[in-house]
């Protein structure tokens, strides 16, 4: 079964420090989108991208973010200068097309900044 | 704005009974999704079951089924015969149906626990 895949699975970096996240998506999705869980707390969304661009991103997706799609298969976050609070689970999703609702979620990316 | 509220951060119940999510929601829409998804320790985040707003039937899954209440904005998740494997954070999501707003909504989660 297709299923969304992120690496890595843990990532520690210094603050300050950029990072870059990895996704991919289902082979045939064209929506893409990136949520983040900070510990213990709700499921948040950062961004949504289509079409190779955003769509909608949220308050918390400030400049420090940013997503790209470089090759076709894999989709990207990056944060180029980690602050303590970016500490949180990252989950890259994808949906198929317009009419699916349902997004599928990746196993998350552990970002833990020290 | 839409928001979901799950109203039990955590709910325990014994194996083989049954077991109740709650979940509330705020919109002004009239077409949406509406989604519980199922989170176990290894933070995976997996769909269980999803109903559609303009559907009245409400949907189920095996073991899965809920109780959508359109006009009372309540969206509750009902566990059958529960297993030790359903121990999971379990999210209620909203989704409007047009896709202008693409993102999915979810609640803070509630935190199940089966007692074998």
């Known amino acids: 079964e297709p299923e969304v895949t992120q690496t890595p699975s843990h990532q520690v970096t210094q603050m300050g420090q950029e990072v870059i996240l990895r996704c991919v998506p289902i082979s045939n999705h064209l929506y893409f989108y990136w949520y983040r869980q900070i510990l213990g707390q709700k499921v948040e969304f950062l961004v949504s991208f289509y079409n190779n661009e955003i769509s909608e991103k949220s308050e918390i997706f400030d400049d420090q973010f940013s997503v790209e799609r470089p090759d076709g298969s894999n989709f990207t976050l990056k944060i180029r200068s980690t602050k303590l609070e970016d500490s949180a689970m990252y989950f890259c999703?994808?949906?198929?097309?317009?009419?699916?609702?349902?997004?599928?979620f990746g196993q998350g990316t552990r970002l833990t900044v020290v | 704005a839409q928001t979901v509220t799950q109203s039990q951060p955590e709910m325990s119940v014994q194996e083989a009974e049954t077991v109740t999510l709650s979940c509330t929601y705020d919109?002004?829409?009239?077409?949406?999704?509406l989604f519980w998804y199922k989170q176990p320790p290894s933070r995976q985040m997996i769909l269980v079951i999803r109903q559609e707003a303009y559907k009245q039937q409400n949907a189920t899954e095996n073991r899965f089924s809920v109780n959508f209440q359109k006009a009372a904005k309540s969206f509750s998740l009902k566990i059958s015969d529960s297993q030790l494997g359903d121990a999971a954070m379990y999210f209620c999501?909203?989704?409007?149906?047009?896709?202008?707003?693409?993102?999915?909504?979810f609640g803070k989660g509630t935190r199940l626990h089966i007692l074998p």
């Open positions: 919109t002004s829409e009239s077409d949406y999704y």
């Open positions: 999703a994808s949906r198929r097309d317009r009419v699916e609702p349902e997004a599928f």
């Open positions: 999501a909203f989704k409007p149906l047009m896709n202008r707003d693409d993102k999915i909504i």
